[in-house]
């Protein structure tokens, strides 16, 4: 499908508002182009209902579509009519907080990265990856029985990462030999969020502790208001993995439910001291701000009854493929690995006051 430039001269949404000036702390590391938006149109839009009309902002060199540019200024709105008291931040790891890209090559997961230090057992779990991965992504399996066969996978990888010895040594070495890092915007983020007392919950169907892992090695401290909901180690005395804890979180059950399960990222392991929100009062926070890289991330926030939703999504690859399916999904979308510094303005915007 072709696009044409249609001569426009603003926006239906008044992104002047969203672009207003930073704090100092965010402002310093960031720059943007507040005034460079252009509108995009199929090059059948003539004959299209309004909403079907494609809308793309260009912020400091990313490419972002919005589907429906009234709707999001009406949740922008009443998010910010509420204040930041009432707002949570719901995010994906992998492919979101990550870049999908590192140094030209694909970034690792924060699953796929791990070594646990003995090659038999990592050919082991990379086996039941090449059986179970394309059961993940078959659409004719239905529901249900999909998510007893994710379930019995992780299980699996979890057993083979205990009989195989792993210690919070080989978790250490394995994120600090990959191939991971955090989109551009990523600290200054969590440092607006955690100014505004807004919780992150950082939903992830991989490991708990390599996720922390990550937090400490490449952003270099730690954030009282971030929580990880996502399957956790228990370790002895000597760093050995012994078991996990609490029930198993996969693909398929990523979502508040789980919320239980969130401990707080922290320097010391086992140390829950100055966590902002427990579980129960963070479900009192009814707007929510997500972010993901898969339309199956929108399902993190079922467990959470909101009123207000604003959906961001990063659509990292295959974008003439998936590119209208994300439109119609999310309320934002930023394409080709982008930075997180639009989501950061936006979060700006979110906390301020609603006047």
């Known amino acids: 499908m ?4 249609l001569h426009v001269t603003f926006l239906p949404i008044c992104w002047t508002d969203i672009f207003k000036p930073l704090p100092r702390f965010i402002s310093s590391h960031l720059k943007f182009r507040s005034n460079t938006c252009r509108v995009w149109c199929s090059s059948d839009c003539e004959n299209r209902n309004q909403g079907e009309i494609m809308e793309q902002v260009v912020a400091d060199g990313a490419e972002v579509m919005v589907g429906n540019p009234e709707l ?8 910010r009519l509420e204040g930041p008291a009432k707002l949570q931040v719901i995010a994906d790891f992998d492919g979101t907080l990550t870049k999908y890209w590192v140094d030209g090559h694909r970034g690792h997961s924060s699953h796929g990265l791990l070594q646990q230090g003995n090659p038999e057992y990592d050919v082991k779990r990379q086996k039941l990856y090449e059986y179970y991965h394309p059961l993940e992504i078959d659409p004719t399996i239905p529901i249900d029985e999909k998510a007893k066969l994710m379930e019995e996978w992780w299980e699996k990888t979890h057993g083979l990462l205990i009989e195989g010895g792993l210690t919070y040594g080989a978790i250490k070495s394995s994120v600090a030999n990959s191939r991971i890092a955090f989109r551009d915007g990523v600290l200054e983020l ?3 969020l955690e100014k505004s007392n807004v919780p992150i919950l950082i939903f992830s169907a991989g490991l708990a502790d390599i996720i922390e892992e990550v937090l400490r090695q490449k952003l270099h401290r730690s954030f009282k208001n971030v929580k990880i909901v996502s399957n956790r180690m228990v370790f002895d005395q000597n760093g050995h993995l012994l078991s996990f804890k609490g029930k198993t979180i996969h693909v398929l059950n990523k979502n508040e439910h789980a919320i239980d399960m969130a401990a707080p990222v922290h320097d010391q392991l086992c140390d829950v001291n100055g966590l902002v929100d427990d579980a129960s009062s963070v479900k009192m926070r009814t707007n ?3 972010l993901g890289d898969h339309i199956g991330d929108l399902g993190m926030s ?3 009854n909101y009123k207000a939703r604003i959906s961001v999504g990063f659509l990292n690859d295959n974008i003439e493929i998936s590119r209208d399916s994300y439109r119609k999904s999310f309320d934002v979308v930023y394409m080709n690995d982008a930075s997180m510094r639009g989501v950061v303005t936006l979060a700006f915007q ?3 006051t609603g006047k």
């Open 288 to 290: 929510v701000l997500l």
């Open 302 to 304: 079922d467990g959470l």
């Open 190 to 192: 969590f440092e607006l």
């Open 72 to 79: 999001l200024q009406r949740k922008i709105s009443s998010i």
């Open 350 to 352: 979110l906390c301020s």
């Open 2 to 5: 072709s696009y044409r430039l």
